[in-house]
């Protein structure tokens, strides 16, 4: 969703450069303000929330057919209308399950995308952990009430056939670049961005900023058929210069962030705490990137890939020529940098910071790490600026500075305070690639919530050296990466000692200054425990026992963690595993790669079926026993 505020018209990238400075300044000076009056608060309750985005899709079962609805909007107008800030009591037995928590609508990037989150954040009772679930199952009922007998919505990260000819409903012809004025794609249409001004301007400020079109090259899985090499030519010779020999190719932002995903934001107590969390949960993104796999096909084809990451960051891409042939990273990607001054040993990448922006905010009293973490993110352009929003007041308002922050997509984002001190240190949880139902979407936040509490209640270390886990971020983006990837992780998770209320990092260091932390293992050794090393799963089992939570509420976290332990084991498949799996096997698939539209029509009517509860087919999806440790 991003910084959704606006007034005034957008401007395009050419305006937008003439601003530049003015609002970096205001927007470190923004953020300075905030510090400020954020750095001291403290005993905030903690609270938390999930994000989910849906496709909208519509079905003609005569052609037997599936294509992304354009609807989606219209619907999020009525879902606007009727429930946003709708005043739903708390635990009133009246309501259906889970409606207590209400739900909010926002638009999404895409015109065939729906955003949804809790319209109340989630307090810090264990208990409310076994509600998330059905309070997913409720806004998704809502989207119902407004959909076609024809149209159906899932939460599944990649529409399998994205950028195909025709598919989106109702019918858009795929015009000429020069006919799509903002992203200049042969394959994605104007028509498929959001109306809101954020969206489109974004998209255009990417390729205007960049000096071409983006360029995404997605290795294809070679099957027996699989043309070798497999080359495509287009009518477009921006296009067929950018195109890769073996890769599937595409060339516009929608192709990431037309994607679907979950994300999971917590409220601190106070600053320390926010830094803390956000540096133990760094390493844990590759991890649940791989567990969380859902996004194997891409425009068409089966891919080498099981997830959206990689895609998004290189949809998102704005860096120009000259800056692409140096070590500055794309602007959606891993976070580079730790906070806390006890894991700042492990910041061993040659992050760019902004200068200026670093000694304003050193003098002003901001602490090290969070200087250097802000001065990292302003080493990017503002992407958005409205003519009604460029001189505000740096007081009271954070627009500048938010229209960098939203807009650097790291695997983790650290959220300060709000202009007006009402909501409190938050870190947001982005890697998680959408699940087919609600209970899959519900056990992947219960469990990236229960990893904060015991965090904090056991001590716990997960920090490695920050280029560790950037290789891990490479390999948790393979094919079967859950299975057939070995990943750099602690070898001692319970290594932090407590000190003045304050935790410390007792770790040694070699003399060349790294720490000798961690070494290769698989994800399922990592989560459940093997070969003398103790498993974070047993860990969150004693920390449940430890707390007494409420017989109800830990069967329904148990199931959850059952899902995320098989899946880690292989016991269970995860979402892309599965649907490679179903692709494979359709009769209509010819061992090319591809994914013909009558294969894609049945997969995501078998979809649907999964999300309902209608078909035979475990919603953890149990393993295939012949599929073998390559997810082939």
């Known amino acids: 969703m991003g ?48 994000e989910i985005e849906y496709s909208v899709v519509h079905f003609d079962d005569e052609e037997k057919r599936a294509r992304l609805s354009l609807r989606a909007e219209e619907i999020l107008a009525a879902l606007q209308e009727k429930y946003n800030e709708a005043d739903i009591p708390i635990c009133d037995p009246k309501l259906p399950e889970g409606a207590s928590w209400g739900s909010h609508w926002n638009p999404e990037f895409s015109s ?5 989150s809790p319209d109340k954040p989630y307090h810090g009772s264990l208990e409310h952990l076994a509600n998330v679930e059905a309070n997913m199952r409720y806004r998704r009922e809502q989207i119902k009430e407004f959909l076609n007998p024809d149209e159906m919505v899932l939460s599944l990260t990649g529409f399998p056939r994205l950028g195909c ?20 794609s042969i394959f994605y ?15 255009e400020s990417i390729r205007e900023r960049r000096g071409c079109k983006v360029e995404i090259n997605v290795p294809i899985f070679k099957d027996v058929n699989t043309k070798s090499p497999f080359i495509e030519v287009f009518n477009d010779n921006e296009s067929n210069t950018a195109a890769k020999p073996d890769h599937v190719y595409m060339d516009a932002t929608g192709f990431g962030l037309g994607q679907t995903c979950l994300q999971c934001t917590i409220q601190a107590k106070n600053l320390d705490e926010a830094k803390l969390l956000y540096d133990q949960l760094a390493p844990w993104c590759p991890i649940m990137i791989a567990l969380s796999a859902a996004s194997p096909f891409y425009r068409g084809y089966i891919t080498d890939t099981d997830t959206r990451w990689g895609v998004i960051s290189a949809s998102c891409d704005d860096r120009n020529a000259t800056e692409r042939s140096t070590d500055l990273k794309p602007r959606h990607g891993p976070m580079e940098l730790y906070l806390s001054p006890q894991y700042q ?11 200026e922006a670093k000694n304003t905010l050193l003098k002003g009293g901001v602490e090290d790490g969070i200087a250097n973490h802000i001065a990292h993110l302003w080493v990017r352009d503002p992407l958005n600026l409205y003519s009604g929003r460029i001189n505000i007041d740096d007081e009271t308002e954070a627009d500048h500075f938010e229209y960098i922050q939203s807009t650097v997509w790291y695997s983790l984002r650290f959220k300060p305070p709000t202009p007006d001190n009402s909501i409190g240190w938050r870190i947001e949880f982005r890697v998680l690639d959408g699940q087919l139902t609600d209970f899959e979407n519900a056990a992947y936040i219960v469990f990236v919530v229960l990893l904060t509490r015991v965090i904090l209640a056991k001590h716990l270390d997960f920090t490695i050296p920050m280029s560790r886990i950037t290789t891990n971020m490479k390999r948790a983006q393979k094919k079967n990466a859950v299975l057939s990837e070995l990943f750099y992780s602690r070898k001692c998770i319970k290594n932090n000692k407590v000190e003045n209320g304050k935790i410390k990092d007792s770790s040694t260091s070699r003399q060349n200054g790294w720490v000798e932390v961690d070494e290769e293992m698989t994800i399922d050794r990592f989560i459940n425990g093997k070969e003398g090393l103790t498993g974070v799963i047993p860990v969150i089992r004693e920390y449940l026992d430890e707390t007494g939570i409420q017989t109800k509420a830990r069967n329904v976290i148990e199931r959850y963690l059952e899902l995320i332990s098989k899946r880690a084991s292989g016991e269970c498949l995860t979402a ?15 061992q090319d790669s591809v994914v013909s539209q009558l294969t894609e029509y049945d997969l995501l009517k078998t979809c649907d079926k999964l999300e309902k509860g209608e078909t035979y087919e475990h919603p953890v999806y149990l393993d295939v026993p012949h599929l073998n440790q390559n997810g082939a």
């Open 112 to 116: 065939f995308c729906l955003e949804n």
């Open 3 to 50: 910084f959704l505020d606006f007034n005034g018209e957008p401007l395009p990238f050419k305006e937008i450069r003439t601003h530049i400075d003015h609002v970096k300044r205001h927007g470190v000076l923004q953020f300075l303000n905030i510090y400020r009056r954020g750095k001291e608060r403290n005993n905030d309750d903690f609270k938390w929330g999930d």
């Open 165 to 184: 000819p025709d598919f989106l409903h109702p019918s858009t012809a795929v015009p000429n670049p020069i006919e799509n004025p903002v992203s200049g």
């Open 576 to 590: 892309a595993q599965w649907k490679r799996h179903y692709v494979r096997s359709h009769p209509d698939y010819k």
């Open 345 to 355: 040993k492990y910041n061993d990448l040659n992050s760019k910071m902004n200068k």
């Open 189 to 203: 249409p104007d028509a498929a961005l959001s109306c809101h001004p954020r969206f489109p301007g974004m998209t």
